[in-house]
């Protein structure tokens, strides 16, 4: 599985190791980012390492082109009914016509008919474990990133972003500092309130953002950030809305 991110102005890609293993079986050409890492020893220090990012403008394109390795963003966020009919589609279709397979995956025709058909395997396998990664109730494979195309937001002190998985938020101090307990601050549910909802209401309570939304928190074992999840997809608004919550948050913290 892949994933695309923006990192400080710089796209990046995560690539989960198992396809790398078959980037260099498969691929007569890769990026010389590529060559030479030893993926066995990044993934023996943690489950942190499952994905391995890569920064070289050569290397994320090279991934754009892959198609048989499956693109994380496109598919998280359909329901896991659609992800199995997706997956029942497609091996029924690459079942009746090796040329379906070829369509999807390989228009270029570099690939054998041997090898092909082990990738469209490689490639349903990956979209059977979305549902599985999506229902994880704490970041055990899904990098734990900022999602550079989803929400953020800063105060003095705190910084509050949207992650790679979906319905989990991040909170962490500006400066690096350890956050002192699981306890999600009172700044961080009331921008969550207004960015789930517009809410301008002076009259927020503490216990709003619980009730209407339920969530989990726990504190990542470095101590640097809190993880919140909800447990229901909560009403998400577009990033234009972002500058509504600015005017929320100075109306009720800056006084």
Known sequence: MKIFNKEKGKEVVYVQRKDLKYILDYEKEVPRELIGRNYERIGREGLRDEFIIFYEEETVEFFKKINWIVD?????????????KIVDNLFERYARNIND??????????YSPN???????????TMLSIPKLKNEDQFNLIPLVADGEGFY???NALCICST?????????????????????PKEGLRALIAYFNGNNDDNWTWDLLKYEYPYTNIVTPDGKHILLGFYDTAPIKEKSNVSR??????????K
């Open 164 to 184: 790679l998985k979906q319905n989990w938020f991040m909170i962490y101090n500006k400066m690096g500092r350890n956050m002192r307990s699981n306890r999600v």
């Open 115 to 125: 090898d092909i058909g082990v990738l469209a395997q490689f490639y349903l396998n």
């Open 245 to 254: 919550l600015a005017r929320v948050w100075d109306k009720n913290f800056n």
């Open 72 to 84: 994380y963003r496109k598919v998280y966020k359909l329901p896991n009914e659609e992800i199995f």
């Open 153 to 155: 937001y800063e105060s």
């Open 101 to 110: 397979v070829y369509n999807d995956l390989d228009q270029e025709r570099k």
